[in-house]
């Protein structure tokens, strides 16, 4: 509904016009209790999108491509970052280990981070990346909207 999309961009805007950081406006568009009544309308479920994905395009489009973290200017790759962050936990394996760990507390999208890094960290190690596919078949499982559900469906199958 047109109420939905507008109450998205005018709540983003707002906190983006008050120096909010794409990772607040987030956090305050998952607790909004405006946003949450109209998606609990049949037809407004997110069934293939979901509000977070509009809010992310919404900062793109105002805000540009730079999140306002200094250290995201210009990154490392993400296969550097993988390295460095597995050396730091110990070996991919621990890395992996503390990914599992995340999942089973319920912190998906930490384990799928975790998972990530290990995977590129250790590229060649099947067992890892079988126990990495594992990791996004429970977040694609824990999903309700088919775009987050397909992207980590082919993150399990990518090696």
Request: glycine share 6%; charged share 25%.
């Amino acid at each position: 509904s047109a109420a939905l999309l507008e109450h998205l961009v005018n709540a983003t805007l707002s906190l983006m016009n008050q120096g909010a950081t794409l990772d607040e406006i987030l956090e305050a568009t998952r607790s909004d209790r405006v946003l949450a009544g109209l998606l609990e309308r049949p037809f407004l479920r997110p069934v293939y999108d979901e509000p977070e994905f509009v809010v992310r395009n919404l900062y793109r489009l105002y805000g540009g491509w730079w999140d306002g973290n200094p250290a995201r200017l210009k990154p490392p790759t993400e296969d550097r970052l993988a390295q460095e962050v597995s050396a730091l936990a110990g070996g991919a394996a621990a890395l992996l280990a503390r990914a599992e760990a995340a999942q089973k507390s319920g912190d998906l999208a930490l384990a799928c981070q975790l998972a990530e890094w290990a995977g590129r960290a250790a590229p060649d190690d099947e067992k890892l990346q079988q126990r990495r596919a594992a990791i996004y078949r429970a977040r694609e499982a824990s999903e309700t909207s088919l775009m987050a559900r397909s992207i980590y469906a082919a993150a399990a199958d990518r090696r």
